[in-house]
């Protein structure tokens, strides 16, 4: 496969899962400075946009409808949903040859029923509108493309994006103190509510619910899960031919990642557990750039991934 055809599939999974995972986080926690009039306004949203890696204007006091602003519909902030949804349909473009028509029609829509602004009786309809419209690009890919190289790059996108996602989230927890969103409202807006009680049976609580979000192998947006379904991709990608260890710097980072989370206490975790997310974002960060560096070299011909003379 030519490489530039492999970075756009890889960032057309990132993109929409950035999209779905923006729009959980920004639902969760607009309502909840709408519900919760003891919360700082300014701080928090402050707090979120910093969690978002986007940077808060210093001039003026920050408000509700700003931060939908900023990382819902500002389409030149690459934090936001609509900057999201413009880079994977533009990444589809640039793949077309690959890309099945079906999901071209699909990204080419989203993108152009993006709004400019939302109404504030319309904000958790527009997020839904989001989450639908990702879910729909990941159905198509997952119910209609073979299992090659085009579907192992998307789904590698995907599974790094959704463990930073998800630390995201995580990390949100602790961002007003007592006021914070509470275990069942992360659970919800991950979808993962009725999954936790299935596997819990229980209301949730803090040492439940991040070991479930964290640690569960079979719940898809756990980081555990999200992780171990990189590395697995990477594998497939190219195969491992050296005998002693891991020489591939993404899967060795990732699998590290993994080994921290997977064999330490859930009880150290939470005692700080900002710091862990921060961890698990810098890793996935680095392991995209070791794939950048690996599959996607910029400054050379155009050449195949895996390609051997």
């Known amino acids: 496969m030519l490489s530039r055809i492999a970075e756009s599939l890889f960032w057309i999974g990132r993109y929409v899962e950035r999209a779905d995972g923006t729009a959980r986080i920004l639902d969760v926690h607009l309502q909840l400075l709408l519900e919760d009039p003891w919360i700082e306004e300014d701080l928090a949203c402050r707090s979120l946009l910093s969690v978002m890696g986007s940077e808060a204007p210093q001039d003026a006091q920050l408000s509700r409808q700003d931060i939908l602003t900023i990382l819902a519909v500002d389409r030149n902030e690459p934090a936001s949903i609509a900057f999201s949804l413009g880079a994977a349909r533009e990444n589809a473009r640039r ?51 073979s299992r090659d190289e085009a579907w192992q790059f998307f789904t590698l996108g995907r599974s790094i994006e959704r463990a930073d996602m998800t630390a995201r989230l995580l990390a949100t927890r602790s961002l007003t103190e007592a006021s914070g969103p509470s275990w069942t409202t992360i659970l919800r807006s991950c979808g993962a509510y009725e999954a936790y009680l299935r ?91 070791a794939i950048r560096q690996r599959y996607f070299p910029t400054q050379v011909a155009p050449s195949w991934v895996g390609e051997t003379s």
């Open 95 to 145: 793949a077309r040859e690959i890309v099945s028509t079906e999901l071209w029609e699909c990204l080419n829509t989203t993108r152009a029923r993006m709004p400019r602004r939302v109404a504030a009786d319309k904000v958790h309809e527009f997020f839904g509108w989001v989450r639908e419209r990702s879910a729909l690009a990941v159905g198509i890919i997952e119910s209609a493309t």
């Open 199 to 289: 596997t819990y049976r229980g209301v949730p609580s803090a040492r439940n619910a991040a070991e479930f979000l964290l640690l569960d192998r079979l719940f898809p947006r756990s980081i555990l899960f999200s992780v171990t379904r990189a590395v697995n991709c990477l594998k497939e990608i190219e195969p491992r031919s050296d005998r002693v260890g891991v020489s591939d710097h993404a899967q060795r980072m990732l699998g590290q990642i993994r080994s921290e989370l997977e064999y330490r206490p859930i009880s150290e975790i939470l005692e700080d557990l900002t710091m862990h997310m921060d961890n698990v974002q810098s890793t996935t960060s680095a392991a995209s750039e």
